[in-house]
């Protein structure tokens, strides 16, 4: 009986110290906010012959802290017209191709973190998401 009791105890310790997750820097996880543009972003891209591409995506921003939320929200007009000019650069190949997708969410990415260090004196955004992804 008190070997399952201990087995149950360090089972419990075991499931609640592989939770706690730490960034690079040491800090928390916890610590992090997301910033969700809103509405969605649509826009055209170079496509082939005569005809447009169009994209959607829906952008979430990942934060190094919560109180960073509110600074990203001040310069969200600049940082999604950013994303805009980005993606209206891409060709059709890049958009439909997942490592296009992925160059392309690099791209924004560190665009992002150049417009916040140029405005703010910071580079706030730790990471960035297409949480939808459709183009046409």
Do not use: W
């Not at 730490?22 to 891209?45: H, L």
């Not at 000019?85 to 891409?90: A, C, M, P, R």
């Not at 191709?97 to 990415?109: D, F, N, Q, T």
Request: charged share 25%.
């Amino acid at each position: 009986m008190l070997k399952k009791v201990l087995l149950s105890v360090l089972l419990t310790l075991a499931m609640a110290n592989s939770q706690l997750a730490y960034a690079e820097d040491g800090a928390p996880m916890d610590s992090y906010a997301y910033y969700g543009f809103e509405p969605d972003i649509t826009t055209n891209y170079l496509s082939e012959g005569n005809q447009l591409g169009f994209i959607r995506i829906t952008l979430e921003l990942m934060v190094k802290s919560p109180d960073h939320v509110s600074i990203i929200e001040h310069h969200a007009p600049l940082l999604r017209a950013k994303v805009v000019e980005i993606l209206g650069e891409q060709t059709e190949e890049k958009i439909k191709s997942p490592a296009g997708k992925k160059e392309i969410r690099e791209v924004c990415l560190d665009a992002i973190n150049a417009l916040l260090k140029e405005e703010t004196g910071q580079e706030l955004a730790v990471s960035l998401l297409f949480t939808k992804y459709i183009y046409n």
